[in-house]
Nanobody
Framework: QVQLVESGGGLVQAGGSLRLSCAASGSVFSITVFRVNAMAWYRQAPGKQRELVASVTSGGSTNYADSVKDRFTISRDNAKNTVYLQMNSLKPEDTAVYYC??????????WGQGTQVTVSS
């Protein structure tokens, strides 16, 4: 299993920026699996279902939810076993707990604790 630890969240005013990080760890096999999988950032706001925010393939191709397009940028550094999410022009509706995991609709790895992002108006 790949272990995932998210960090970088916080409280920011509307219009501000944050950079989230997701560090992967585990056995040599787990890290290999991480490096070849497409990865994604998800978020879950209170009372809402978890939603996919952005994804990045092993080769660096990216995809974004319409709600964050042109504001968020996902990237990965396989040498550091880390996935990033640069969030600019933050809005109160971006407030949620953010998680990373592989880009899939089932059979996720164990979820990390997530990182709280709170955007004040």
């Amino acid at each position: 299993q790949v272990q995932l630890v998210e960090s970088g969240g916080g409280l920011v005013q509307a219009g501000g920026s944050l950079r989230l990080s997701c560090a992967a760890s585990g056995s040599v096999f787990s890290i290999t699996v991480f490096r070849v999988n497409a990865m994604a950032w998800y978020r879950q706001a209170p009372g809402k279902q978890r939603e996919l925010v952005a994804s990045v393939t092993s080769g660096g191709s990216t995809n974004y939810a319409d709600s964050v397009k042109d504001r968020f940028t996902i990237s990965r550094d396989n040498a550091k076993n880390t996935v990033y999410l640069q969030m600019n022009s933050l809005k109160p509706e971006d407030t949620a707990v953010y998680y990373c995991n592989k880009d899939t609709t089932r059979s996720w790895w164990n979820w990390g604790q997530g990182t709280q992002v709170t955007v004040s108006s």
